[in-house]
């Protein structure tokens, strides 16, 4: 049986030489189809042992062949060698093919093992195993060697557990989890199975733990000299507060027989204070004009882990348009209720920006003087600002003749920060035409609307042409300033103005008129020849008086006045332009013989009028004028005298009062006081900027030259008051003469009368002439204003005695009512009756106005209507009052017609009242009249006191019962 397992053994040890020599010389791996083929693995592949120790290796076997394997394995030392001994374990069985099987290979380092590594050789040597009738293939040899060296120090354990990291002690950063990477390394000279654990670290300076750590991996199994990594890991919740947690980690080699391999890592996270926020706007988009104010409101909210300094800070090209309302810095509160800081912001855009234009602003949140810690973007969306400047080509046109024109250029300007359009607007003094970009100017004022551009752009500027007429009556004697203004177009107040002036050349002229061209007077007195001198030029001027010639000789003395001179004697008067002076030659009569006189030719020369053609042909140059007065001795008396009307000024006291557009008329009584028939020279002035003067005749025609008027007797109609007028139409008037004295026209004016039988009617009256002065306010003119009229009455032969009268008028508006009833204000009546009453009603004012009419109330079941009587000065109103508009002394008569309460049976005394009154002044004006109606039941007989359904039922059945019983008579 020895033999026999001898015998198989060494068959067996052939085979596997014979293997062993192919698989010298074919690779194990390269057999392919049936051939046994194998890996072969150590761990570790070398170690450190001391001495007097074992060091194990853990062999793999892996089938990488088709087919199952039995494998054979050996050992072998190298050279270096001395001190130490292998022995490899076999692997028994069969190992399929993909599996893999291990076993132990033993180094035993001795006392006296050498200090060089050993190298052992392990050899596998693979046979495939088949079922019959397959053959098995090839054999596969396979080596591997591992280096044991001896362990000087001794500190190649065989159990070691060692742990690293990179950064052990850390600074959060602020991340939610922190994450160490851990290495762990079995330092031990065989496979290690180590324990992991994290416990807490009490080390100084670290704060009792809040934090969790946790690791990634708590049991690993490390081949020796192998390590692993593993991950411990700290969740760090937003806002933790600043603290220094530490953490130890324990690891343990858990095969350690000893229980004695471990190692610990501490680690420490510093959580130190973070300084974090977030930012909010309460509006992120602000639409503002330029200078004008809108605010917001930034909310910061602590994001950090304890409370710190913040300064709220504006930054970006335009942070000067931002103000904080208040403070911009306060502490950020941590850990409250609302760990938020709050500041209000005015933002002030300008225009330096264009209109529309978005600009950012960064509202920070800075740690203090430090990093900027968040920010929110602001957008401004500038809105348009508005202004312009107005400016002229050439600002002054000068010397323009009358009638003539010249022009400007206006040029716009735009100020703000967005085109617009704009408009411009001139105004002309009165009288004065013009155009506008082409447009006529009317109503003294012109506009034209332009558009212009933002003043950032090219188009910042618009012009329009002014062109100016100078009218034919305008001055030279000042500089015409035009208003010039550019505002917007859709209104408001101007953004810029300025003035064009305008200077118009001198042009003169003049016109000399008389009233007196004869005047008498007695010997050594002195004579005056009136006349007025008109400037028509458009600049003041000095005229030079003087007499040229004279028809008597020698010639009589003369010399002129004028009305701003006094007695003083003049040579050169002064007439401001487009204005009349009054100016008198006095002749001193200086002849013998009744009716001697001289003719005189007074010229009046422009001084500053250097034209000396005669343009219209009279002979004279045109900057002269002359005039022929006659001077006459005489012994008789001319002379005027007037009176206002006796019944007028008792009425009126000499003055009137008018409303603005106003008209009255003033009589005036003209009378001959000299000696015989004459010319009545007349005048009335006065009311300048108030209103118009003119003269009429008693028919109401102007007076424009002198009036006649006669000295004698007119017969007056005694019932009339006006004198008799034959056939043509003509006063009669018995005129005196040098034959025919007072007494002999009078005696006339009786004949005249006994003649044509008018004794009990007429009687002769000195003749007198009727005329009356018109007076027309002006409708602009303003409450309250005064002024004076003057009249003025003489001969026109005797200038030098005038007649002159004054009158006061005053420009006031009177509105008053004048209420009239005829009938008695308190009647009695029955209810079966309605009252009436008449009121007239009248306008005792100055001027038209509407007076509102109406009632009180109607109580108690009476009922008051009022109507206009044969008038249509009145409308109704929707609450039944009347709106009545009557002309000066106009009237209308009102009806108030008051119905009594329907079949009453109570006695009433009903009193209204009715009133009228300006409708503009309301109370003010009032006028008010009390009536009083005393009712009475209507009387009814037998059935008096009943109502009236019940009184005819009655009266129904009375006649019904009549009835009855005159049937039964007749039955």
């Known amino acids: 049986m020895q033999n026999r397992f001898q015998g198989r053994k060494s068959t067996l040890l052939v085979l596997l030489l014979l293997t062993s020599m192919l698989a010298a010389s074919v690779p194990a791996a390269a057999v392919s189809g049936r051939d046994a083929s194998i890996v072969i693995s150590s761990n570790p592949m070398s170690q450190e042992v001391p001495k007097g120790e074992t060091a194990e290796y853990t062999i793999s076997i892996r089938n990488t062949g088709s087919n199952p394997v039995t494998v054979q394995l050996s050992q072998a030392q190298g050279d270096d060698c001395n001190g130490f001994s292998s022995q490899v374990d076999q692997i028994t069985g069969i190992i399929d093919s993909g599996a893999s099987e291990t076993t132990t290979l033993r180094v035993n380092v001795t006392e006296g093992a050498g200090e060089d590594p050993c190298e052992t050789t392990v050899t596998a040597i693979a046979n495939e195993q088949v079922t019959p009738p397959d053959t098995p293939g090839a054999t596969a040899q396979e080596n591997i060697t591992v280096t044991t060296s001896v362990d000087g120090d001794g500190s190649n354990e065989l159990w070691a557990v060692e742990l690293e990291t990179a950064e052990p002690n850390r600074d959060w950063e602020g991340e939610n989890l922190v994450i160490w990477q851990i290495e762990v390394t079995n330092k031990g000279r065989t496979n290690a199975t180590i324990s992991l654990e994290v416990e807490d670290d009490d080390a100084p300076g670290c704060d009792p733990l809040e934090l969790t750590a946790t690791l990634s991996e708590t ?19 937003d806002g933790q507060q600043a603290k220094k947690q530490c953490w130890n980690v324990h690891a343990s080699v858990t095969n350690d027989p000893q229980a004695n391999s471990t190692d610990d890592l501490p680690v420490n996270l510093e959580i130190p204070e973070l300084h974090e926020c977030d930012s909010e706007l309460t509006s992120d988009l602000l639409v503002i004009d330029p200078d004008e104010t809108k605010s917001t409101t930034i909310t910061f909210t602590n994001t950090g882990n304890t409370q710190w300094s913040l300064q709220a800070r504006v930054s970006g090209s335009k942070a000067n348009w931002v103000e904080f309302d208040g403070t911009s810095s306060g502490t950020l509160p941590y850990n ?13 855009p300008d225009d330096s920006v264009s209109s529309g234009s978005e600009v950012i602003l960064i509202i920070e949140g800075k740690d203090g003087n430090g990093p900027v810690k968040c920010s929110s973007d602001l957008t401004v969306r500038v809105g348009q600002s508005h202004g312009a400047a107005v400016s002229l080509s050439k600002s002054m046109m000068t010397n323009v003749i009358p009638g003539g024109n010249d022009s400007t250029t206006i040029m716009v300007t735009n100020q703000g920060n967005g085109e617009e359009s704009m408009r411009i607007t001139v105004t002309l003094p009165n009288g004065w035409m013009g155009s506008l970009d082409g447009a006529t100017i009317s109503g003294g004022i012109g506009t034209t609307v332009l558009t212009v551009g933002s003043k950032h752009g090219s188009a910042k500027q618009n012009e329009a042409v002014l062109a ?5 009556d305008a001055l030279a004697d000042e500089v015409i300033t035009i208003p010039i203004s550019v505002s917007s177009s859709s209104g408001g107040a101007a953004y810029d103005s300025t003035n064009a002036s305008i200077s118009v050349a001198a042009v003169h002229g003049m016109f000399v008129t008389t009233s007196a061209d004869d005047q008498t007077g007695k010997g050594n007195e002195e004579v005056y020849f009136p006349f007025e001198v008109e400037n028509t030029g458009n600049t003041q001027d000095r005229f030079r008086l003087s007499v040229i010639s004279q028809t008597s000789n020698p010639g009589w003395n003369t010399h002129f006045l004028w009305e701003d001179g006094g007695e003083t004697p003049v040579t050169e008067i002064i007439v401001p332009a487009k204005e009349t002076r009054n100016a ?8 013998e013989e009744e009716l001697a006189n001289t003719r005189l030719t007074v010229r009046v020369t422009n001084i500053g009028d250097s034209n000396t053609a005669d343009d219209d042909g009279d002979g004279v140059p045109d900057n002269q004028a002359e005039m022929a007065f006659r001077a006459i001795l005489s012994n008789r008396i001319f002379l005027m005298d007037a009176e206002i009307d006796a019944e007028w000024d008792a009425q009126n006291g000499g003055s009137i009062s008018l409303a603005p557009g106003g008209t009255d008329t003033i009589p005036i009584w003209l009378f001959n006081v000299g000696d015989l028939s004459d010319i009545a ?59 025919c004295d007072a007494n002999c026209t009078e005696d006339k004016a009786w004949q005249y009368i006994f003649d044509n039988g008018l004794v009990d009617s007429h009687e002769p009256a000195l003749y007198k002439v009727l005329l009356y002065i018109e007076v027309t306010i002006s409708s602009n003119s303003e409450n309250g204003r005064t002024g004076i009229i003057t009249f003025q009455a003489a001969s026109q032969n005797n200038m030098i005695e005038m007649e002159e009268l004054t009158i006061s008028v005053s420009v006031n508006t009177i509105k008053k009512i004048g209420m009239t009833h005829t009938g008695d204000t308190e009647v009695d009546t029955d209810y079966s009756t309605s009252t009436s009453f008449e009121i007239q009603l009248s306008n005792q004012g100055n001027t038209e106005f509407e007076m509102r009419v109406f009632t009180s109330e109607a109580l108690r079941g009476w009922v008051i209507s009022i109507s206009q009587q044969d008038s249509k000065v009145c409308e109704v109103t929707d609450d039944e009052e009347l709106l009545c508009i009557l002309d000066v002394g106009e009237s209308v008569t009102i009806e108030v017609d008051v119905k009594p309460p329907h079949s009453s049976e109570v006695s009433d005394t009903f009193e209204f009242t009715f009133s009228a009154e300006p409708s503009e002044s309301g109370l003010v004006g009032r006028k008010n009249m009390e009536f009083t109606i005393n009712g009475e039941p209507e009387d009814v007989g037998i059935f008096e006191g009943l109502p009236g359904f019940t009184a005819a039922l009655g009266i129904i059945s009375m006649l019904g019962a009549a009835m009855l019983l005159n049937g039964r008579k007749k039955q």
Do not use: C, Q, R
């Open 681 to 739: 020279y007349i005048s009335a002035t006065g009311l300048e900027g108030m209103g118009s003067i003119k003269l009429t005749d008693s028919n109401g025609l102007p007076i424009e030259d002198g009036m006649p008027v006669s000295k004698g007797y007119a017969i007056n109609n005694l019932s009339s008051g006006e004198f008799e007028i034959d056939v043509n139409g003509v006063v009669v008037v018995f005129e005196e003469s040098p034959l």
């Open 584 to 591: 008198i030659l006095v002749v001193k009569i200086e002849g």
């Open 219 to 237: 049991s690993l199994s490390i081949d020796n000299d192998s390590s692993e990594w593993v991950d411990l890991e700290v969740d760090v919740p």
């Open 336 to 348: 409250t209720e609302d760990d938020t800081k709050s500041f209000d912001i005015d933002v002030s």
């Open 468 to 472: 100016i007429t100078v009218p034919f």
